[in-house]
Structures are given as C-alpha cells and as structure tokens.
C-alpha cells in the first residue's frame, strides 16, 4: 500500500515539474478599437480568473495610465489607442500579480477585499497575502 502511494507522488511531483499538469488558460481577451478608445472584452477573463470586472478595468487604467470605465455591455472602454499586445502584457502581469499563489504557483485563488485592502487566499495551499492597492 505505501508502494503504491510513494509511485503516485512520484507521478504527481513529475508531472509538476514537467508542467503538463499545467491546466490554467485564461480564455482570449478582445481588444479593439472604437473610435478614438479602445474595447477590451475581458468578461469572460474575469470570469475564470475569479476577480470582479471593475478590479481588472481600475488595474489596466492605472496600468496603462488612460482614464476608462466599464460600459452596460460588461467591455472595458480605455480612452486612447492602445494595441492587443500591449493590453495583454498588462493582464499577463494582473494574472502574475493578483492571480497566481506567490506561495505554490497555483492559479486557484480568491481576492478578498478587507477594509481599503486586497488580500489573495489560496484554495491550494491556504496561504493569504495582500497584494498592491490600486489607485
């Protein structure tokens, strides 16, 4: 019985190294322009990453440093012209910095505002940290 257990931690350890256990991929976000503003659809991205639109639209806003506001239609709607690539390098480093346990690497996170503060809780190993405040 302790054979068996031992050679499935192997497999797991492996398989995380490996990274073929990997099974976090946000779905694509759409990014396009409206006039003289630029759409970003990331309902979808909010969605699977657990955090509130508004969180991800003050973080592109700040990051990129365009005024903007979440439309009825859930689109993120920043004001100047800015490319696909661009908005993704930014929402990669949102995912890098509000998503991914700073602890084991696990995306399965909640985002936990107390007070004026943000805090990430991990479903995977319990670590809780507070992460930056957006202005």
Do not use: W
């Amino acid at each position: 019985m302790e054979s068996k257990y031992e050679e499935m931690m192997d497999r797991i350890l492996k398989e995380r190294k490996s990274g073929s256990g990997n099974r976090f991929e946000p779905p694509e976000i759409d990014v396009y322009p409206v006039g003289q503003k630029t759409a970003v659809n990331a309902e979808k991205f909010a969605k699977y990453v657990n955090r509130p639109l508004n969180h991800i639209a003050k973080f592109l806003m700040h990051e990129l440093t365009a005024p903007g506001q979440v439309d009825e239609t859930s689109k993120i709607i920043l004001g100047g012209h800015f490319s696909k690539k661009v908005v993704l390098e930014k929402m990669n480093y949102y995912v890098k910095e509000y998503v991914i346990c700073k602890q084991c690497g696990s995306p399965d996170t909640q985002m936990q505002k107390v007070d004026k503060n943000f805090y990430v809780k991990c479903l995977g190993c319990g670590a809780e940290y507070p992460v930056g405040r957006l202005k």
